[in-house]
């Protein structure tokens, strides 16, 4: 069965009886796109089959577009990734760590050691943490009467720290800074730049912050699954008004549009003529740059998200955006590979050994869904085995 027919009937399979309402996978090698399939619906409670123009949230997918925005001011000088980040963005000078909450619930905070800097943004080891998976810093939102983060506020970056720069791994929104700094230092909303500097000469036609009314009309829903495993759709849409383009979570896009970014870190930063990163940039980007750090759990927090796993067998550690496994993983993804995730169930991974990419996308939550993680494996499997 040829690699098509194989990928082709997981996706199937994986929809028959609304398992999983919809999902989305295109791979690519040196050679170009060796595959591109869906299955399902974009909605559960509407007719209109899956497609590849469908447009879904990549969700923190939009981090490592981020990160290479950030990167491409780093080539220019505009930016450095150890001096202090407080030198671009004043809200980060002078940062407080949050130690608990006194009698009254009011929270207990202390200077931080050390500063912030650019690398510690990128590297979710800054300090912040996101509120979906830790429960000081949704209590001290709550405490300020502050939306979450993917309300797109200042006031939802305007937050403590849970720990000092640099001292272990925690998953937050450092990259929504890292987007700011952007801003900061071009003049620009993110988007706008993130238009001129990536999407436009990559041909990633249909990625933006804030979707035109064609996009909007091949939206795909947002579902979430029960404990015992029914399907419905939630209502969960990014405000196209958002005060912020946020750089750790709000791109939306097509598919394919997304492993054109994909291709291009694979091929060191250029794709079909166009160079976005230097190749030495991509190398850096590649590289661990937490020490002796590790990638950690990440505890259950419901409607959002189960329980994240790490594979003790294959620890992880992080790159500039990228989570980096330390050895050959069971599905044969090489050592060194990178990869992330987002949380609407959508996963992408780069090997820069074995030259190959791709990326599965559905709109299910919680994160870690049952069903699309071992569709996610056996696909990733199906690739290497093909190979």
Known sequence: MSLANTIDSLLHEACEGGKIPGVIATIADDSGVIYEGCAGLRASDKPTPMSLDTIVWFASMTKAVTAAAVMQQVERGALSLDTPAGEICPHLQNPQVLEGFDARGKPRLRPAKGTITLRNLLTHTSGFSYEIWNPDAARELEQRGANNVLSGTQAALDRPLLFDPGQRWDYGPGVDWAGRMVEEVTGERLGDYMRKNIFDPLGMKDAAFRLNAGQMDRLAGVHSRAP???????????????????????????????????????????????????????????????????????????????????????????????????????????????????????????????????????????FFDPMVVPLFMAMETAVYQAR
């Not at 959002?304 to 980096?324: E, K, Q, R, Y």
Request: with cysteine; proline share 8%.
């Open 228 to 366: 015992d495993g029914a399907i419905a759709a939630f209502p969960l849409f990014l405000d196209q008004a958002a005060d912020l383009d946020m750089g750790g979570h709000a791109l939306y896009g097509a598919v394919p549009d997304y492993l054109k970014f994909l291709r291009m870190m694979l091929g060191g930063g250029s794709l079909e003529g166009s160079r976005i990163l230097e190749h030495q940039t991509v190398a850096t980007m590649s590289e661990n740059q937490i020490g002796d750090l590790l990638v950690t759990d990440m505890p259950a927090s419901p409607p959002l998200s189960n329980a994240v796993p790490t594979d003790p067998s294959v620890p992880c550690n992080w790159g500039l955006s990228f989570m980096i496994n330390t050895r050959d993983t069971p599905q044969g993804r090489s050592r060194g590979s990178l990869s992330w995730a987002g949380l609407a169930n959508s996963y992408y991974w780069i090997d820069p050994v074995k030259r190959v990419t791709g990326v599965i996308q559905t709109q299910i939550l919680p």
